[in-house]
């Protein structure tokens, strides 16, 4: 692919945007070309735009320090300056709802990061690895509200990344998941910044992140369905009940869960061999962003644990664990996975890969 396309990242100046910034750097496919962020932010140069609240370890990308940040809300103002749009933007849902079809009416495909849009029936939320079919739907989505080329995808809450794939590999084994109990330890960088304050986490652990639980209980069940008659069903054969909790960890989602099967329970062992070969549709493509190996077991009986296992593979890859049997469901174990990486900007930008590659834009 000798052509890159020039995307636009609605939000840029904040964390999930600011993430965008530093992934999209050299990207092969993709080139940023504009930024768009509050009226506050609109008009100055972006460097100017982030002075001082520069979150990222990594220099703003040289190409994207002098882009004159535009006015997220004016989509008129994209026009002409890129194909395609990652919505990051903080607004309340039902005003990013409408900015997001506001948008993708004026032609561009946006992939979003945030909830708004996460129930809309004809509206794919995609983890590439297990559902990318979903984007099938998009061609109903155009046709239903007379759009040419643009779009809307989008990408799930991040905290049930750490465990979705390993549990798909089994189903996809043969060993479908009938009830799960998840326990998650979410890190602070998935509140943004400034985020919880310090003296409410330090030494401390917050079991309540509001709005949590719903989406950990509900949005595996879209992701699990199927594309009939214009729309996504949910598979509603799965139970599930979470527990969602900060730590003051700062970036890696952990998830402690348990898990019963419809019928035959696969071994321990035969589990370990399902996740070592599972390869997903962004690996068999050889996708920029996909990790080589999209779930990678750890044998030590301590892993995985953020510090250690949050980086593995482009921080893109979700590690497993402490895999054993339970006394009450069939088996337990633990994952983890890059929250504002693999659960945010980069699982979309992988989402926009997969996209590109079947011809969706
Ligand atoms: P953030 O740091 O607060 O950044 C918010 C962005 O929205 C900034 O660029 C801000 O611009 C812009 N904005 C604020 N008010 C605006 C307005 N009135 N009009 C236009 N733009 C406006 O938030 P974040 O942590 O990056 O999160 C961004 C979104 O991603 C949120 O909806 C969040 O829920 C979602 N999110 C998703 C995931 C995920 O996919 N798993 C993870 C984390 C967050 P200024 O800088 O100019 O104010």
Request: charged share 20%.
């Amino acid at each position: 692919m000798t052509q890159r396309i020039n995307v636009g990242v609605i939000g840029a100046t904040g964390m999930v945007g600011q993430n965008y910034i530093r992934l999209l750097a050299n990207h092969p496919w993709f080139a940023v070309t504009y930024v768009a962020a509050s009226p506050q932010s609109a008009g100055k140069p972006y460097a100017e735009a982030v002075a001082g609240r520069w979150h990222m370890y990594s220099d703003i990308p040289e190409p994207v320090r002098k882009l004159t940040v535009g006015d997220a809300n004016d989509v008129a103002g994209a026009r002409g300056k890129c194909e395609l749009v990652f919505s990051a933007v903080s607004l309340d849902k039902k005003a990013v709802a409408a900015l997001e079809l506001a948008y993708a009416a004026a032609g561009f495909p946006v992939v979003s990061n945030n909830s708004a849009h996460r129930a809309t029936p004809d509206v794919p939320m995609i983890i590439p690895e297990i559902n990318p079919d979903h984007l099938d739907v998009i061609a109903a989505q155009r046709r239903a509200r007379n759009w040419t080329t643009g779009c809307i995808a989008v990408k799930s809450n991040c905290s049930i990344q750490s465990y979705m794939t390993p549990i798909w590999a089994l189903w996809q084994a043969g060993f479908k998941p009938r009830t799960m109990v998840i326990a998650t330890l979410q890190a602070l960088s998935g509140a943004g910044h400034p985020g919880v304050p310090s003296l409410d986490i330090m030494d401390n652990i917050v079991p309540l992140i509001r709005g949590e639980e719903e989406k950990t209980e509900n949005e595996p069940l879209k992701i699990f369905g199927r594309v009939e008659n214009g729309v996504i069903v949910s598979d509603a054969s799965v139970a599930i009940s979470a527990h969602c909790n900060r730590v003051p960890v700062v970036d890696g989602h952990t998830a402690c869960v348990s898990l019963k099967f419809a019928d035959r329970a696969p071994a321990l062992d035969e589990i370990l061999a399902i996740w070592r070969k599972f390869r997903g549709v962004p690996q068999d493509l050889d996708l920029p962003m996909a990790p080589k190996q999209a779930i990678i077991c750890r044998d030590e009986p301590d892993r995985p644990q953020p510090r250690k296992d949050r980086d593995a593979d482009k921080a893109m890859a979700v590690t497993v664990g402490r895999l054993r049997k339970c006394p009450v469901f069939d088996i337990r174990f633990v994952g983890l996975h890059h929250n504002t990486v693999r659960g945010a900007a980069g699982g979309a930008i992988l989402t926009a890969e997969l996209m590109k590659a079947r011809k969706v834009i």
